[in-house]
């Protein structure tokens, strides 16, 4: 069981660290839905309109460090995007396997041996 876990953590390094740098730039359903009905200079930054997106700088997570699918102050973008997903995995899995270490079922010794 030990190495299916470290062989999947492996790979889920692999994807999040090395294909994540290969996903499309283009916005995906979400994405293209929050940015109806807003104007956009050639940069990307919002000229005008009404749209979701225009509060997007005022959230409560837009200054943290993972934030934009990188890590602030590194500005290699594949480095930076590698690197977040890296961490990304490690978090879920750090908390996932927290959860699951406290949900467990605990058996006791006498349960075992038929002592009660």
Known sequence: MKKLLLAGLFIALLLAGVVSNFAS???DGLDATA?????????GEITGGTCML????????AG???ADYGIKGIDNPYV???LAGAAGVLITFGVGGG???LAR???HRDHL????
Request: hydrophobic content about 30%; charged content about 25%; overall charge positive.
């Open 25 to 27: 730039g283009s916005p």
């Open 105 to 107: 079922r605990r058996v």
């Open 64 to 66: 943290s460090p993972l």
């Open 113 to 116: 041996t038929g002592l009660r």
């Open 80 to 82: 930076s995007t590698g």
């Open 35 to 43: 940015r109806d009905g807003c104007t956009f200079d050639a940069a």
């Open 54 to 61: 225009q509060g997007e700088r005022d959230h409560q997570l």
């Open 99 to 101: 959860v699951f270490w």
